[in-house]
């Protein structure tokens, strides 16, 4: 994803699961190097409305830790799924973060190819969309692996492109 966005002369925003970070510090170092913002999205990926507000925020405290050991101080928060509980603002605000969601789902982890995965999100390709994909497999995937995701930068961002938009990592 990174050679790919590189290519591309692109920049993304990045929500890393704890574990992954810690175990890839490299990859995380790379991503801020070429320009990549770094959120926060979790330590387990669990549905908000599946933990209490003490797990819920004993679960980002851990992610953020791991983050933090990295250098890596987010200003963003993108919940697995998407799905926030009643005390997903107040802990996002208690940590300084401002939680993000998305405006185009590519619905990678299905493993469609990336000119379906173009062809569905292009109508909501506009200034200001967020279009979410994943970089690894993760719970729920169904893919193989991510090569379409990666095969899907390059046209993306020419779509945006010729529609006047640059790709920006959110801050």
């Not at 692109?10 to 990549?36: C, D, K, M, N, S």
């Amino acid at each position: 994803m990174l050679d790919a966005l590189r290519v591309a002369g692109a920049r993304a925003t990045f929500f890393v699961l704890g574990p992954r970070a810690a175990a890839h510090p490299e990859l995380i170092a790379r991503a801020r190097a070429e320009g990549h913002a770094i959120g926060v999205h979790a330590h387990e990926h669990t549905r908000h409305t599946e933990l209490d507000a003490d797990a819920g925020a004993a679960d980002l405290n851990r992610a953020l830790a791991v983050l933090q050991e990295l250098g890596v101080r987010p200003e963003i928060w993108r919940t697995p799924w998407g799905v926030e509980a009643a005390w997903t603002r107040p802990a996002a605000a208690a940590r300084g973060l401002r939680v993000v969601r998305w405006s185009a789902d590519t619905h990678d982890w299905r493993g469609d190819a990336a000119a379906t995965m173009l062809a569905a999100v292009q109508p909501a390709i506009k200034d200001g969309a967020i279009v979410l994909a994943h970089d690894g497999l993760g719970p729920g995937a169904t893919r193989a692996g991510c090569e379409e995701t990666v095969a899907l930068i390059e046209p993306l961002v020419a779509l945006g492109r010729g529609r006047g938009l640059e790709p920006e990592a959110l801050a």
